[in-house]
């Protein structure tokens, strides 16, 4: 069922009338019940994967919180024995209580660790399997052994990276005590299944989530008609701008030999467009579908393209990854046992600067392997994921070169240095993002060479262009949507556009801007017979 | 317990009209207020609902250039009294039959509610739906769309049911019609289909927004091109004899209505040479016949010899489909059948209706010469 399937509006619709006229009793498990069905249409057989992740850290939530509350059970009572004398200092004395209390925290960890590597297993066997097959089958056929492997027929479970990635947060936050494990399995499963965000995020986390997740909400107008406006955002986005632009994207990029040079600017240009619009444009519409039920669901986005570097940029693009990682990745791996032991070794054997930054560099390393390889199982990711890197920690070793420059040269306000800035991270993003279009990483690097050796500016404007299934008109459509896309991220710098809206416009006129926006979808809109149904990009990572 | 509290988000002040209705209305002013805003609210609706309708009916293909046989269904509603005689079937009727020569020689009013591929259960929800309207003597239905069991085109599908008056047999037939990858809610919102026409509108569209022109004479396709018929590609070998299930299923459903209305349902077989009408066919239809009690004509068996055809002068396609001079010649034979057979008086002498037809006519004559409006 995609988001822009008509079973889907249906289905929406019939789910928000029906949370409301429920009792409350009943919403919780009805946002369960739909979110299975939701699932289910997108194919029974993935239901497995998803209700095997779930049980997996479900169970193992359960028994850390079990763990925790025995143990501390145990730990008060030692206390209470040593204090009246009962017990011998040797069974609950202060040792005896910090040895217990460790061992336990053992056993937590562990538990911890085989819950998370079964729920990662179910998403490694399903996705990487081929990759590694590929892989293996590279290496023999480098050694010239005539042996292949035959890949598997696995079909990748809508969202499983996502929900997989949610349900492990869950059980590493249990483990830290960021919050009790629910005991409730049901529950539990909502919180895995919740539908808007099923298939392509945003990444919650069960402590944001889960209280107005379960309660339940009475109907609301305001709230219900905000959810709308942003779905109908969202609509926009996808509708009116991805899915225009998707053909002549496809077109550049099947046949690279015919669209060199200046041709790989568009694919650039107009990929970063389509992304943008897919992705942000599908976390519009579940945000919105989550408010109009009235639950909020963490942003995703900040105007990602008004980043002034490539640092920046990652904290506004897919919020709730890049946090995901730097919490349950980053973190972890900079104060583990040897990531400390590397740190003491290089400040102490390296010059002072570069014997800081090595851990940092080396966690960040592996930070980017793992955001690339999630992203898909295949090299073009991991480059790009490893690319990003590399721009950040160039950028990063520049700093003391930038300083220098700004002291030679004011640029504090400037406007200009403000716009070259954002126009680099858009350009430094957009070449990075080829890797996402073209079928391999030599090409890739071929035809971002292209640029500087085929110089065919002039064939923009030849007419070439009109020939990748956009005509005139449907230029003219994107050209348009998209000043109005930057116009709102303008607008939005200083807040809430609809809050705006809702302020400065009375009703009838914010309704007659809304409506207008539906019409502009429902006529301009690259959807039905004559289009092929797209789906959401981030759905398939 | 959180199950008990309210939320935060439904505490935010509701402030506008869709949201008021959460708000307590105990008091007077409160109630007058939550009554003007569900008014204002409904009203915006209304407009809404408006602005929509309006880019839908811009949008719709409107039939009225090149590809008329689109406007064909909705014309049926406009066409004046009861009818002696109803066509239904594919082009094989709409083009071959002149209602006008019925009318001429026999004083029958006749339509023909037929469209281009119209299937079998197309033309069963045709005749269901002209018959909520009216009780014809006679139902003509051309058998030939028999050869289809299956869903075949949308454009055609489209062109057979945009023009229906919505009503549970509309519903129905579409439901019957649809192609894999149509949506019901497509033939509900027209606009949702035809969005994409919005690069491809002409002044026809703009001209044709609110009013058609009558393009048809009573269901009649007119055309006055000759086309000599040539050599027809030979006939594929004919696998199963006989006709699919859904059809047939039909087709026993149109003769159980027509007897159930009192209707004399007369089955033929359009004397157009191509698509090949087997033998094996018109066997299976000869016995269908003759169990049910119906009559059935192959006319085109009898084409040359007893209706007139000459195939190198009335068809304009050669010999898929007649042309005006073939089509009067069908209607002149198929017309003395009907009255001697079912004692059709015909409607000479009703004023009102002679004076329906003369327009009719004058337009046919006009068209006929060659000099369309």
């Not at chain 1, 925790?68 to 202060?94: N, P, T």
């Not at chain 1, 954002?422 to 079928?439: H, P, Q, W």
């Not at chain 2, 809404?48 to 309006?54: N, Q, R, V």
């Amino acid at each position: 069922m995609l988001f822009t399937s008509y079973e889907f509006i249906r289905f929406v619709i019939l789910l928000v009338a029906l949370y409301y006229v429920l009792p409350k009793k009943a919403k919780w498990p009805l946002l369960l019940l739909g979110s299975y069905v939701f699932y289910y249409y997108a194919g029974s057989k993935y239901l497995f994967y998803i209700l095997g992740v779930t049980v997996i850290t479900y169970v193992a939530g359960l028994l850390i919180s079990r763990n925790k509350a025995r143990a501390d059970a145990r730990f008060s009572e030692m206390k209470q024995l040593e204090k009246s004398g009962e017990g011998s200092a040797e069974e609950v004395g202060k040792e005896a209580r910090k040895r217990y209390k460790e061992g336990q925290k053992k056993t937590r960890r562990r538990i911890m660790a085989i819950g998370i590597t079964l729920a990662l297993l179910i998403l490694a066997v399903v996705k990487y399997t081929n990759f590694t097959i590929y892989n293996i089958n590279g290496i023999l056929s480098a050694f010239h052994v005539p042996k292949r492997i035959d890949f598997l027929t696995i079909a990748l479970p809508t969202g499983i990276s996502f929900y997989t990635f949610q349900a492990v947060s869950y059980v590493i936050d249990v483990y830290r005590d960021r919050h009790e494990a629910q005991k409730n399995f049901f529950k539990y499963a909502l919180f895995v299944s919740f539908f808007p965000q099923l298939v392509q995020g945003p990444i919650s986390r069960y402590g944001d989530l889960s209280k107005e997740l379960f309660t339940p909400h009475v109907f609301s107008g305001r709230v219900v008609r905000r959810g709308l406006e942003r779905v109908i955002w969202g609509y926009f986005k996808k509708m009116v701008i991805a899915d225009r632009i998707l053909p002549a994207v496809n077109a550049l990029i099947e046949t690279p030999e015919n669209y060199k040079g200046a041709f790989v600017f568009c694919v650039m240009m107009f990929y970063a467009l389509e992304l943008y619009a897919d992705f942000t444009g599908g976390i519009d519409i579940t945000i919105g579908i989550a408010e109009m039920l009235g639950i909020p669901v963490k942003e995703n986005f900040e105007r990602p393209f008004f980043s002034k570097n490539i640092a920046e940029y990652w904290r506004r693009w897919h919020i709730t990854m890049g946090t995901w990682f730097t919490d349950y990745i980053f973190y972890p791996i900079s104060v583990s046992g040897p990531m400390l032991k590397l740190s003491k070794w290089s400040r102490k054997h390296l010059p002072e600067r570069m014997g800081k930054r090595v851990p940092v560099y080396l966690a960040s390393f592996v930070v980017w392997f793992t955001t690339g390889i999630w992203h898909g199982a295949s090299w073009n990711f991991i480059v790009w994921g490893l690319g990003n890197f590399v721009v950040i920690m160039i950028s990063q070793e520049l700093e003391p070169l930038y300083a220098k420059f700004h002291k030679k040269v004011n640029t504090d306000g400037s406007t200009v240095y403000k716009s070259f800035q954002i126009g680099r991270t858009i350009l430094l993003m957009s070449a990075l993002r080829l890797f996402d279009c073209y079928r391999d990483v030599p090409l890739t690097f071929k035809m971002f060479g292209t640029m500087f050796t085929t110089w065919n500016w002039k064939a923009l404007g030849n007419g070439t262009l009109l020939h990748l299934g956009l005509g005139r008109a449907d230029y003219v459509i994107l050209g348009l949507g998209t000043i109005l896309l930057f116009a709102v991220s303008m607008a939005g710098r200083s807040g809430s556009v609809r809050d705006k809206l809702e302020k400065k416009l009375p009703m009838p006129l914010r309704w007659g801007l809304f409506t207008v926006l539906l019409l502009v979808i429902v006529v301009f809109g690259a959807y039905g017979l004559g289009y092929d149904a797209s789906q959401f990009i981030y759905n398939q990572f | 317990m959180a199950e008990e509290k309210d939320s935060t988000i439904e505490n935010v002040a509701v402030t506008d009209a869709a949201g008021e209705s959460a708000k307590g209305t105990s008091t007077k002013s409160g109630r007058g207020k939550t009554i003007r805003n569900v008014a204002l609210v409904l009203a915006l609706l209304v407009l809404s609902g408006c602005l929509f309708y309006l880019a839908d009916l811009l949008l719709r293909p409107k039939y009225m250039g090149e590809v008329t046989e689109g406007a064909l269904t909705a014309e049926y509603y406009k066409a004046y009294g009861d009818h002696d005689v109803l066509f239904v079937g594919d082009c094989e009727v709409y083009e071959n039959f002149s209602t006008v020569q019925l009318w001429r020689e026999f004083g029958l009013n006749s339509f023909i509610r037929g469209g281009a591929q119209q299937l079998v259960w197309q033309s069963y929800y045709l005749l269901e739906d002209a018959l909520r309207y009216e009780t014809p003597d006679v139902v003509v239905f051309n058998v030939l769309s028999l050869m289809y069991n299956e869903p075949q085109n949308e454009a055609y599908n489209r062109m057979a049911l945009d023009g229906m008056r919505w009503s549970r047999t509309k519903w129905n037939a579409i439901k019957a019609s649809m192609c894999e990858d149509e949506n019901m809610i497509e033939y509900i919102f027209p606009i949702l289909r035809y969005h994409s026409r919005w690069n491809e509108l002409t002044s026809e569209d703009f001209k044709y927004w609110f009013k058609k022109d009558i393009i048809s004479f009573n269901g009649y396709y007119l055309r006055t091109e000759i086309m000599p018929a040539g050599e027809m590609p030979p006939p594929r070998a004919l696998g199963d004899p006989n006709f699919g299930d859904k059809a047939m299923e039909y087709l026993d459903k149109m003769v159980a209505l027509c007897k159930e209305k009192g209707i004399h349902l007369v089955l033929i077989k359009s004397p157009s040479l191509y698509p090949h009408w087997y033998d094996e066919w018109d066997e299976n239809m000869e016995k269908y016949a003759e169990e049910h009690g119906i009559l059935y004509i192959n006319m085109l068996e009898i084409a040359e010899s007893e209706i007139g055809i000459d195939y190198s002068l009335d068809t304009y396609d050669a010999g898929l489909h007649m042309n005006v001079t073939g089509a009067e010649k069908c209607s002149s034979y198929l017309g003395k059948i009907l009255v001697e057979k079912y004692g059709l008086s015909g409607h000479k002498d009703d004023a009102k209706m002679a004076e329906y037809w003369a327009e009719v006519e004058e337009r046919y004559d006009a068209a006929k010469a060659g000099k369309t409006e």
